[in-house]
T-cell receptor, first 116, second 110 residues
Framework: DAGITQSPRYKITETGRQVTLMCHQT?????MFWYRQDLGHGLRLIYY???????DKGEVPDGYVVSRSKTENFPLTLESATRSQTSVYFC???????????????FGPGTRLTVT | RKEVEQDPGPFNVPEGATVAFNCTYS??????FFWYRQDCRKEPKLLMS???SGNEDGRFTAQLNRASQYISLLIRDSKLSDSATYLC???????????FGTGTSLTVIP
């Protein structure tokens, strides 16, 4: 299916466990992003990637690791999950480039993560 | 200070009404702006991009005021299906970070 997908959609894990959230897009977009959404904070950028093998920190990167070995995939890993990382995680992609719509982001359906 | 600030609402309006939301941004160098719509427990979806002074798409009009550093969204002839949270977004001047407001909640009442 075309578009942007995330897995799992729901995850419950324990404090201290490592967990990886997957994101896959079929548009060959250059840019990919990970956000978390919490009440009172809105969407906050965790990490982003401008292309394969190029990643950079966003607003709230601590406790997270990303990689991007292929253009279409952008996994997010919580190395040692904490309760404060309970949140809804959204992956997004955008085309990049210089056209007027190159900065428009398209979001995946989200992963609801609960850390107990 | 947050990069993007919005009035959280809620805005409760009758069907057919016109409603306007404002959003302010702190970085005067921000170049591009967007409005997203988010339904409860769903992902944000792009509603409109605002690249210059503003643009219109059917019942929706977005305007940008660079001097006062605010963006507005006007919805005319509100429909029940317009009920959602509307997110204001500013793109950093470096072109690689997006800053989201916390959203404005709209409920259109029959």
């Amino acid at each position: 299916d075309a578009g942007i997908t995330q897995s799992p959609r729901y995850k419950i894990t324990e404090t201290g466990r490592q967990v990886t959230l997957m994101c896959h897009q079929t548009w060959s977009h250059s840019y990919m992003f990970w956000y978390r959404q919490d009440l009172g904070h809105g969407l906050r950028l965790i990490y982003y990637s401008a292309a394969a093998d190029i990643t950079d920190k966003g607003e709230v990167p601590d406790g997270y690791v990303v990689s991007r070995s292929k253009t279409e995939n952008f996994p997010l890993t919580l190395e040692s999950a904490t309760r404060s990382q309970t949140s809804v995680y959204f992956c997004a992609s955008s085309g990049g480039g210089t056209s007027t719509n190159s900065y428009e982001q398209y979001f995946g359906p989200g992963t609801r993560l609960t850390v107990t | 200070r947050k990069e993007v600030e919005q009035d959280p609402g809620p805005f409760n309006v009758p069907e057919g009404a016109t409603v306007a939301f404002n959003c302010t941004y702190s970085n005067s160098a921000s170049q591009s702006f967007f409005w997203y719509r988010q339904d409860c427990r769903k992902e944000p979806k792009l509603l409109m991009s605002v690249y210059s002074s503003g643009n219109e798409d059917g019942r929706f009009t977005a305007q940008l005021n660079r001097a006062s550093q605010y963006i507005s969204l006007l919805i005319r002839d509100s429909k029940l299906s317009d009920s959602a949270t509307y997110l204001c977004v500013a793109l950093s001047n470096t072109g690689n970070q997006f800053y989201f407001g916390t959203g404005t909640s709209l409920t259109v009442i029959p």
